[in-house]
């Protein structure tokens, strides 16, 4: 029910931002208007997005659960991919689990328990064809904004606020507040799916029992947003919701929903190197392969963390030792 919920603030994060109460706050929704219309400039910087569950009456979560993903992006020429560097953790119940991945010129690469590894030649022809079949399907539509796909985002938010200026890092902002119509928002988002927005019509959909679930969980959910004070690009959003346990749901009795995304250092010229000395992305694989994560005892403290590392640890230098024997690389998990 929590990981549902999270997947659909995460799709319509983007979309929260845009909603606008009319009549009395003209200024509201003429700053929303601008902030979400027309063609943007955003061609490098620092992104940062986190998502939290803090969970009570839970037996499995017994502390918070976040991921985060971080790091600089900057657009390249208009056949290459965007270069990126950007890392994620995910972190709850005393464990932590990090990865990350990076383009830089030609090359793809993937970070793994503090290692990195390279993308083959033909990986990366794939990940790159894709990209480009999926930006040439995007160039070749007409731009629309979101009313053309059943969407009137400005009725998701009710008491929005203009709350004044704000800082986000060294940016001067306007800090935005109001609180979010779920049901309306949930009717918009399958309308634009109906829609056949992205060629997605249908995949994914909410059935009509999982969203009477959500509209009967969530309790409030309230959405800032943070608009440049110049340019009007959207800096900063933060979505939390209230959610408790609907009927015959007994993992949990209630939880804080908590999304908050922001960009930074917006134009400027970001620092994306490759990795020194990555090894073969076979490598990784061979070891994923083999990983019986079922033999990892979770630890619920400091304590059981670093063990879960050191567990890792040793079972990544197994697995090099054992090269191309498979059958060495499945012992390794007794590692584990």
Known sequence: MLARLL?????????????ACGGEEEDVDALLRETFSGEKDVDSGRLSLEARIDARGSERLKSPVTLRVRGPFEKSERDALPEFDLDASLSGSGITFEVGASVVGDSGYVLFQDEHYVLSRELFAQFKSGFQSARAEKEGEQSA??????????????????????????EDTIRITGDVDVPKLLDDVA??????????????????????????????????????????????????????????????????VRLDYSI?????????????????????????????????????????????????????????????????????????
């Open 7 to 19: 997947l659909i603030c995460c799709l319509v994060l983007p979309g929260v931002a845009l909603a």
């Open 145 to 170: 904004d979101l009313a053309t796909l059943g969407i009137d985002p400005r009725k998701w938010l009710r008491n929005a606020r203009n709350e004044g200026e704000a800082k986000v890092g060294d």
């Open 264 to 336: 930074s250092e917006l134009g400027e010229e970001q620092d994306i190197t490759a990795p020194r000395d990555p090894r073969p992305f076979d490598e990784l694989a061979r070891q994923l392969r083999g990983l019986g994560l079922a033999g990892a005892a979770a630890g619920s403290d400091a304590a059981g963390e670093r063990a879960d590392r050191r567990r890792l640890r040793r079972y990544t230098r197994c697995v090099r030792r054992a090269g191309q024997n498979d059958a060495a690389v499945r012992r390794c998990a007794e590692r584990l």
């Open 191 to 256: 309308r634009a799916r109906e829609s056949g927005a992205g060629g997605a019509s249908g995949t994914g959909s909410l059935t009509e029992e999982q969203r009477a679930r959500i509209e009967q969980a969530v309790e409030a959910m309230r959405v800032e947003i943070f608009t440049g004070a110049r340019d009007k690009i959207l800096r900063r959003l933060v979505l939390d919701a209230d959610v408790v346990a609907p009927e015959g749901e007994d993992g949990f009795d209630s939880a804080d």
